[in-house]
């Protein structure tokens, strides 16, 4: 009998067919470049049945605390199985130096080069796929292995805000084995940051010079490496409304810039503004309203360039305010 609160029968049968391989193939499973808790949680199951997990581009920051939580470790390759489960991936270019032979992709990704073999667009994440799967097979799960697909499921189902009916079946089984309350609570433990990225933002502090404009506060500090940080920090923990972050490489001015939701609401754009200042110092900008950058001639100065910042930012901000030409959205750009 269908089960209408599961997968297509379609994809149900391939799933018995891939179970079956498994049992006596050497298989592998692959993940995406970068993989994040979905593919991790995903490749988690195939691994438990005994495929041999690898990871050819790598895993993003999320994963590699997913697959630390799951004792899994992946390979980079070069893949010596004849068969292989692609998981959350459909697309060749996400699987760096790997050729492929005979495969099964299991995803719910619509577009790529890869062919379909158990393909749910309509499902949240490629874990409630595997679950329903899981689940068809009557498979017993560890904890660990549960919370993980959860995780997988929530991150990828923007914490359930896309899920469908399925998804809920899916997390009914998953939740046979362990506590949705604790995939959650995993998401939001911290990470610990680098020692390198703590040391940047504290001299980015140190060095920090800012002026205040009605209520708005921009700041320009200098630091050689991890801007992208130091500009979150500035603008997220510290409060500014504009951070800019210069640093000097390789004989050029590199300055990059971020502003917070408020200050873009005032309808200024900092890849404007830093593209016509980097145009009057001999140098080119852009970027986007709230994340911009430019690169100048080494030979102007640090002074120069934290005054013309100040003095320019500051007249834009008290026109704006003047006479407001407020976006509409008030988009973060
Ligand atoms: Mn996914």
């Given at each position: 009998m269908r089960d209408c609160r599961s997968l297509r029968g379609e994809l149900l049968e391939k799933g018995r067919e891939l179970r079956e391989r498994l049992k006596k193939e050497k298989v592998a499973v692959l993940v995406h470049r970068h993989a994040d808790p979905d593919a991790v949680a995903s490749a988690?199951?195939?691994?438990?049945?005994?495929?041999?997990?690898?990871?050819?581009?790598?895993?993003?920051?999320?994963?590699?605390?997913?697959?630390?939580?799951?004792?899994?470790?992946?390979?980079?390759?070069?893949?010596?199985e004849d068969f292989a489960v692609v998981v959350d991936t459909a697309s060749s270019s996400q699987l760096p130096g790997v050729s492929l032979r005979e495969y099964c992709r299991?995803?719910?990704?619509?577009?790529?080069?890869l062919d379909e073999c158990i393909v749910d667009p309509s499902a949240?994440?490629?874990?409630?796929?595997?679950?329903?799967?899981?689940?068809?097979?009557?498979?017993?799960?560890?904890?660990a292995l549960a919370e993980a697909l959860m995780v997988g499921i929530y991150v990828d189902s923007k914490g359930l805000r896309l899920s469908r009916p399925q998804t809920f079946t899916a997390l009914e089984y998953l939740t046979r084995f362990s506590k949705l309350?604790?995939?959650?609570?995993?998401?939001?433990?911290?990470?610990?940051?680098?020692l390198s990225i703590r040391v940047a933002k504290v001299k980015a502090c140190e060095r920090l010079v800012h002026r205040k404009v009605k209520d708005y506060i921009i700041?320009?500090?200098?630091?050689?490496?991890?801007?992208?940080?130091?500009?979150?920090?500035?603008?997220?923990?510290?409060?500014?409304?504009?951070?800019?972050?210069v640093s000097r490489r390789?004989?050029?001015?590199?300055?990059?810039?971020?502003?917070?939701?408020?200050?873009?609401?005032?309808?200024?754009?900092?890849?404007?503004?830093?593209?016509?200042l980097a145009r009057d110092?001999?140098?080119?900008?852009?970027?986007?309203?709230?994340?911009?950058?430019?690169?100048?001639?080494?030979?102007v100065s640090y002074e120069t360039l934290v005054n013309k910042i100040f003095g320019r930012l500051s007249r834009r901000i008290v026109e704006a305010l003047r006479s407001p030409v407020r976006t509409e959205s008030g988009s973060e750009g």
């Open positions: 988690a199951l195939f691994a438990s049945l005994g495929a041999k997990p690898y990871a050819p581009g790598g895993l993003s920051s999320s994963g590699k605390r997913l697959a630390r939580a799951l004792g899994l470790e992946f390979s980079p390759g070069p893949v010596s299991v995803d719910h990704h619509s577009e790529g080069d949240s994440s490629t874990s409630e796929i595997v679950a329903l799967l899981a689940r068809d097979w009557n498979l017993e799960l560890s904890e309350s604790k995939a959650i609570s995993f998401l939001s433990e911290k990470e610990e940051e680098d700041g320009i500090t200098e630091i050689g490496s991890n801007e992208g940080a130091v500009m979150r920090a500035l603008v997220q923990c510290v409060g500014l409304d504009a951070a800019f972050v390789e004989g050029e001015l590199r300055v990059y810039a971020r502003a917070s939701p408020r200050l873009l609401k005032l309808g200024i754009s900092l890849s404007e503004f830093l593209s016509e110092l001999g140098g080119r900008g852009g970027g986007h309203p709230g994340a911009a950058g430019a690169i100048l001639p080494s030979a």
